[in-house]
């Protein structure tokens, strides 16, 4: 079939290799399978993924969900089997229709009002809502329909076939040990005892505690797969050329998270019994269950964690591994490597396109490869997917190549909201990314911002957090829905995700001068809270944020201007990182003035040379290192000039100005 090239960018290896592997039956054999978990911050794509899975897949048995709609976000297991089994168990044209019979007799069980007090009345309300066709849970079909359509049970006063039935599903669920299952559900019968008192214990113990309904749960779930092993064996499997697909979007609600809980549970039962369904999930929240073996980007690994590790558990040799991204896929999925290597689960992190990709996705609007766009758009959105698609669907119509200011003042056009307030392309976004947290903590992530990484969530003295870190929950906010980094110069710091951080820093800056927490106030407790703690370079950093250039020159000309001391290579090295530093910066610049007028007001005056020359790049690169100052590259003129200027004379450090000043030319 057709693709739609840019809807596949970035995740290409899942819809290619990862599907293709977890689909085939090597032999016409079902095998260990893990359940693949796509998890990714709002906007990376992980629905969107979903949906081209359906259309790709759309002649095999699949399923669909969406636990955040149809206020599904409560689910029970129990109910949402029902739900896959009506969508699995439609009429395919190759594969047939799939048939439910055991899972339909306990779905029978759990549905009846019964009154568990008296056997003999909990059994004639059995036959009861055989004989008057009650509705399964939330009413979907008549249940006597729905078991004769599968080969159940059928109806009558007389209640022929409850005998058949109830053998079809204990024979169904046999290897299911009763003495084992006695630990979990109370009084559950161990014996052989009557089949028809076992379904009720079903009934009964559905509605005990957790304990007993995760149980019953995970007894459920054996039935939804005992149903399939047996649709795909015998002579009618044969037709059942690849397995069938079940998607489950926005799982990290309680009802995803039990679901995916009660199905790893049920398949940890019958290691020996491989079943033929695909499991893939997304979440934008850490679940708990994944840290048995699997590593949060923020976890710091203890000496006792790989005793707390699951042995049961398989990540194909790799000790706690970070989630994988989608460019690990094509090894860790090598035709005829062991089925189990990755076990109970696979995890995947989607949300950074690469400017490849950036630039794919700018072709489906007719951009060019080589304009200025495709660049513009992952230096600002850090290769955030959906700010890539949203950002592009506004500048493509209205970008002038002879003019790369219109990228600027496109993003910073006020648009009238449905409630009548104007906003920004920019602030509606960032709205979108902080719906997940509360007003307060909106309010504590936009004064964070400021700080360099998230360090500052420790120090309530300096940013006045109601939930500092370790007190509150704000950072285990930012930790469970993804939003935190390792910084790549230095794996020990997190920080935050650079397009969330750039649209809480605009947030910033538009706070009043007489705000408790202004911009100005919050980057001078800052630069207070690094000086007194000897951390010059950060100190600068917040310097330059609060347009104080001259605080910045005098520290860094003092390598370049000590006496007799050489501008060797390891002081250039320590130079341009500080340099680097320090013009990272954020900045509160006027929107849409020329970039070199800004640099031009904000250098001073400057008596010395070196003084001059530092002023000019620092200014520079620090307006040029931000997407949004100088989107055309104006300013790449002077930062290279400036690195030449002072190379000049510096001893063998200098080679490294020249190689800087290469990057601008």
């Known amino acids: 079939m057709p693709v739609d090239a840019h809807r596949l960018s970035g995740v290409r290896s899942i819809t290619g290799r990862l599907v293709e592997e977890l689909l085939s039956r090597p032999g016409g054999q079902s095998r260990p399978l893990p359940i693949a978990v796509a998890l990714g911050v709002r906007g990376a794509g992980k629905s969107a993924l979903l949906e081209e899975l ?63 007090g008296d056997r003999r009345a909990a059994l004639r309300k059995l036959r009861d809502l055989i004989a008057k066709n009650q509705p399964l849970e939330r009413n979907r079909d008549a249940i006597v329909d729905v078991v004769k359509l599968v080969g159940g049970v059928t109806s009558g006063n007389s ?3 409850w005998n058949e039935a109830t053998e079809l599903l204990l024979r169904g669920l046999s290897w299911y040990d009763r003495r084992r299952l006695m630990g979990k559900v109370k009084a559950m019968p161990t014996g052989h005892g009557n089949h028809q008192d076992f379904l009720i214990e079903i009934a009964k113990h559905a509605h005990g505690d957790d304990e007993d309904r995760a149980a019953v749960d995970a007894i459920i779930c054996d039935a939804f797969l005992a149903d399939l092993r047996r649709a795909y064996s015998g002579i009618s499997g044969t037709r059942r050329t690849m397995n069938c697909l079940v998607l489950l979007d926005n799982a990290h609600t309680k009802g995803g998270q039990d679901f995916l809980r009660a199905l790893a549970e049920a398949r940890r039962h019958t290691p020996d019994e491989a079943d033929p369904l695909v499991v893939i999930a997304t979440s934008r929240t850490w679940n708990p269950d994944w840290s048995e073996s699997w590593s949060m980007v923020t976890a710091h690994p203890g000496s006792d964690r790989e005793i707390r590790r699951n042995p049961e558990h398989r990540t194909s040799g790799l000790d706690w591994p970070v989630p994988r991204l989608p460019a690990h896929v094509e090894t860790d999925w090598i035709p005829g490597q062991p089925d189990n290597r990755w076990s109970p689960w696979y995890l995947l992190e989607l949300g950074t396109l690469s400017s490849g990709d950036v630039v794919d996705v700018a072709a489906a609007h007719d951009v060019h490869p080589t304009s200025r766009l495709p660049r513009f758009l992952s230096r600002l959105t850090d290769g955030h997917p959906g700010a890539v698609r949203e950002v592009l ?191 990272a910066a954020p900045n509160r610049l006027v929107e849409n003035a020329d ?63 020249h190689e800087r000043a290469e990057r601008y030319r």
């Not at 359906?54 to 689910?75: K, M, Y």
């Not at 008596?607 to 790449?636: K, Q």
């Open 159 to 161: 209640l022929p076939g």
């Open 54 to 116: 359906r259309t790709r897949c759309e002649d095999i048995p699949h399923a669909l969900v969406d636990f955040e709609r149809r206020d599904w976000e409560q689910i029970q297991p129990r109910e949402l089997l029902g739900h896959l089994a009506f969508d699995l168990g439609r009429q395919w044209r190759q594969f047939g229709r799939i048939a439910f019979p055991r899972l339909w007799l306990c779905m029978l069980v759990l549905s009846a009002p019964v009154e568990l």
């Open 393 to 583: 669907q506004t500048l493509a119509a209205r970008y002038e190549p002879g003019n790369p200011n219109t990228l600027r003042e496109s993003l910073y056009t006020k648009v009238t909201l449905d409630d009548g307030s104007d906003s920004t392309l920019l602030a509606q976004m960032c709205d979108y990314l902080l719906q997940d947290f509360s007003t307060a903590s909106r309010q504590e992530l936009v004064t964070a911002s400021a700080a360099v990484d998230v360090e500052m969530l420790f120090h309530k003295e300096i940013l006045d957090l109601r939930n500092p870190m370790g007190e509150g929950p704000l950072f285990k906010q930012l930790a469970d829905q993804l939003w935190l980094r390792a910084d790549p110069d230095d794996p020990s710091r997190y920080v935050l995700h650079p397009w969330l951080r750039r649209l809480l820093l605009r947030k910033l800056a538009t706070r009043a001068d007489d705000h408790p927490l202004s911009w100005e106030k919050v980057h001078t407790r800052c630069r207070d809270f690094y000086e007194k703690n000897g951390r010059v370079a950060a100190a600068r950093y917040h310097d330059l944020a609060l347009e104080n250039v001259d605080a910045v020159v005098t520290h860094l000309c003092e390598p370049l201007s000590a006496p007799h001391a050489e501008f060797d290579v390891p002081t250039a090295e320590a130079w341009l990182a500080e340099l680097d530093t320090i013009t």
């Open 595 to 657: 970039p070199y007028t800004q640099v031009q007001q904000r250098v001073g005056e400057w008596e010395g040379e070196l003084e001059t020359t530092v002023a000019w790049l620092v200014v520079s690169l620090w307006l040029a290192r931000d997407p949004l100052g100088d989107p055309g590259g104006t300013l790449n003129a002077t930062i290279e000039s400036g690195f030449h200027h002072l190379a000049q004379g510096r001893g063998r450090g200098s080679m490294l100005l």
